[in-house]
């Protein structure tokens, strides 16, 4: 009798799904997941990110362990089909583990009919509407002069968009080096303080506007700490600095009050990050949430479903900003650039410099150039896996559980990390 997981319908050759593995490894200290479809054709494979740093023993095993017996022998062509059965399969369905491993697989296919077509990705999409990608990256300091340093440096290195972070009391503090809190009569002592953050940052964008040049841009996220209020009052007050955009400015509890933030607010908003699948990111995006979609394609259903975002937000005046700092890989990274010079909505790509060892792991890794991103010319993604090397960096687990445990209000009261 034929299983339910024979290839449903005629394929127009005999090229089948012979293997699907889930390979982790750390090569910058933070665990990526990469999903590796090999066919039965020698030599011909696919990679894709489905990285959820994390919770990535879970995605490896959902991956070794159930969405291998789905695909193993179908036609790896029927990207959209494949997909949709990894979602459908387990009745509960979405939720970031899932997703991460439909993103994984759905890039891997990608990869594979790039290779098949002796194309690169970005042209099965319909070529190219601009030739880079125009990158951000992350300045931060204890303090507003040791961040808008950083940044200066980064201004040397032909950056023309920054993200300003600067420290902030106890240990809640993000994307920014930890300070001493200024709390200690409070009953927990390393608290985070909203009220103080509100009054500190526009300081940081008040210097940065007299000692930066007056051409480059300026972003800040938020980390989902705010009440919608101080959303707004945090987005009046930077109204005289001319921010590119504000991220995550409400967590996602709260999403449903962000259309009468972005109504209030004279500051562009980009949220999305924490998207676990497309349809939560299109309710960003249709219900005039965002000027920024933000999600992470390795969260959200793959290549897939962000160009179907990215054709929704060119239709609605929103423009895209995907996720991309260190817990993307670098499968990823090409994904969304691939996003970036193809479609009429790119707005900002938020990049990551990766170290050594990740070029080692993964050759072919895309690198900026004076704050430009160009995907490589190669058929598929144009970036390799080389198991030895990634072996080499075993992933621990995330130390962001720990983390999260203490990020507190002075009263004790946990925070959005």
């Known amino acids: 009798m034929p299983s339910n997981f024979d290839q449903p319908w005629p394929a127009r050759d005999d090229l089948r799904i012979r293997s699907v593995q889930a390979i982790v490894t750390a090569p910058q200290g933070i665990p990526l997941v990469i999903v590796k479809i090999d066919t039965t054709e020698p030599g011909l494979y696919g990679l894709g990110c489905a990285t959820f740093t994390q919770r990535w023993k879970a995605v490896q095993t959902f991956i070794d362990e159930h969405v291998s017996r789905l695909l193993v022998g179908?036609?790896?062509?029927?990207?959209?089909?494949?997909?949709?059965?990894?979602?459908?399969?387990?009745?509960?369905?979405?939720?970031?583990?899932?997703?991460?491993?439909?993103?994984?697989?759905?890039?891997a296919l990608w990869d594979?009919?790039?290779?098949?077509?002796?194309?690169?990705?970005?042209?099965?999409?319909?070529g190219k509407v601009r030739a880079a990608a125009d990158t951000y990256l992350h300045a931060s300091g204890k303090t507003i002069g040791d961040t808008l340093d950083h940044a200066?440096?980064?201004?040397?290195?032909?950056?023309?968009?920054?993200?300003?972070?600067?420290?902030?009391?106890?240990?809640?503090?993000?994307?920014?080096?930890?300070?001493?809190t200024?709390?200690?009569?409070?009953?927990?002592?390393n608290g985070w303080s909203a009220r103080?953050?509100?009054?500190?940052?526009?300081?940081?964008?008040?210097?940065?506007?007299?000692?930066?040049?007056?051409?480059?841009?300026?972003?800040?996220?938020?980390?989902?700490r705010l009440t919608p209020?101080?959303?707004?009052?945090?987005?009046?007050?930077?109204?005289?600095?001319?921010?590119?955009?504000?991220?995550?400015?409400?967590?996602?509890?709260?999403?449903?009050?962000?259309?009468?933030?972005?109504?209030?607010?004279?500051?562009?908003l980009a949220v999305g990050e924490l998207t676990t699948s497309m349809t939560d990111a299109v309710r960003l995006i249709r219900d005039h949430g965002v000027d920024f979609i933000r999600s992470h394609v390795s969260d959200i259903g793959g290549?897939?479903?962000?160009r179907k975002l990215a054709d929704l937000a060119e239709l609605c005046g929103v423009r895209t900003a995907w996720h991309g700092p260190g817990d993307t890989s670098p499968i990823g990274a090409a994904a969304n650039v691939a996003l970036d010079v193809t479609s009429v909505a790119f707005g900002i790509q938020e990049g990551h410099v990766y170290n050594d060892a990740t070029y080692e792991v993964f050759p072919g890794t895309l690198r900026i150039e004076n704050g430009w991103l160009r995907p490589n010319e190669t058929p598929g993604w144009g970036i390799d896996l080389d198991l030895e090397a990634a072996a080499r960096y075993p992933a621990e687990l995330s130390g962001h559980d720990e983390w999260a445990a203490g990020v507190r209000r002075p009263d004790g009261a946990l925070e959005a990390p």
């Open 182 to 189: 200024l709390y200690p009569d409070a009953p927990y002592r």
């Open 196 to 224: 103080d953050y509100l009054r500190t940052t526009p300081e940081l964008f008040a210097e940065a506007r007299q000692v930066l040049p007056d051409n480059i841009e300026l972003l800040h996220d938020v980390h989902s």
């Open 74 to 107: 179908r036609y790896p062509g029927d990207i959209g089909d494949l997909t949709r059965l990894i979602g459908f399969s387990g009745y509960w369905r979405g939720g970031p583990v899932t997703n991460n491993a439909i993103s994984g697989v759905d890039q």
């Open 112 to 126: 594979i009919a790039g290779k098949r077509a002796g194309m690169p990705v970005y042209e099965l999409l319909g």
């Open 303 to 306: 290549l897939t479903a962000a």
């Open 229 to 268: 209020k101080e959303a707004v009052l945090l987005a009046r007050s930077l109204e005289p600095y001319r921010l590119f955009f504000l991220e995550d400015v409400l967590a996602p509890e709260y999403w449903d009050r962000l259309p009468e933030v972005r109504a209030a607010s004279p500051v562009p």
């Open 152 to 180: 200066k440096t980064l201004i040397d290195q032909g950056l023309r968009h920054i993200r300003l972070q600067v420290s902030t009391p106890g240990g809640g503090g993000y994307g920014a080096p930890q300070v001493p």
